[in-house]
């Protein structure tokens, strides 16, 4: 069995991620992945709805618990490359527990 050093969830569905552009980000984040050979280290999952409807496309890493919203496809690699690769969260994409990005 693979245990993922990271695992990220973008909510692809709810009212309004699916018209944020959701699948977009969804597709960019597994092509970084894969082009990176890193599909043994990282998950990449659709995601069921965040319940923070308006503030999407929403993206949640584990197992640092950090949440992403208003990504774009443009947000993906800093993501990765910073994030899951560097464990330096991206902070202008971070929303925080307000409900708002820092």
């Not at 082009?35 to 999952?45: A, T, V």
């Not at 993501?79 to 527990?97: A, G, S």
Request: hydrophobic fraction near 30%; aromatic fraction near 8%.
């Amino acid at each position: 069995m693979t245990v993922f050093k990271k695992h990220v969830f973008i909510c692809t569905s709810g009212k309004t991620c699916p018209d944020q552009g959701a699948e977009e980000v969804l597709g960019e984040f597994r092509k970084e992945i894969s082009e990176r050979g890193l599909k043994k280290e990282i998950r990449i999952n659709k995601a069921g709805c965040f319940d923070q409807c308006g503030n999407g496309p929403l993206v949640v890493v584990y197992p640092e618990t950090v949440w992403y919203a208003f990504v774009k496809t443009e947000d993906v690699k800093e993501i990765v490359e910073d994030h899951l690769l560097n464990d330096k969260p991206v902070t202008r994409l971070i929303y925080d527990e307000r409900g708002r990005t820092t």
